[in-house]
């Protein structure tokens, strides 16, 4: 920023303009898929997967597929959080 003297011999001055504080912008934690869901990416098809343990699969737990990591993480919670809680299968 240039400022100028108001008298009619002043000389002209750079005067550093004010820059407002930098602010970081809010970042969401990444939601991780849980521990007790095995989940893997397929090198034949490119896709992700998981196995979803819960009592309300018949055979003890769900298959899931999706493209990316992202979306599986999406739809593993959908089905934990519509479930309330899940349980490991019992051996």
């Known amino acids: 920023m240039v400022i100028w003297s108001e008298n009619p011999g002043g000389v002209a001055r750079v005067v550093p303009a004010p820059v407002p504080p930098v602010q970081a912008a809010r970042v969401e934690p990444v939601p991780r898929i849980l521990e007790r869901v095995a989940h893997w ?51």
């Not at 055979?59 to 309330?84: K, Y």
């Open 41 to 91: 990416h397929g090198k034949a098809t490119g896709h992700w997967f998981a196995m979803v343990p819960g009592r309300w699969a018949e055979l003890g737990a769900l298959l899931v597929e999706a493209d990316t990591e992202e979306a599986l993480t999406d739809q593993v919670w959908q089905l934990v959080r519509g479930i309330g809680s899940f349980t490991m299968p019992s051996r």
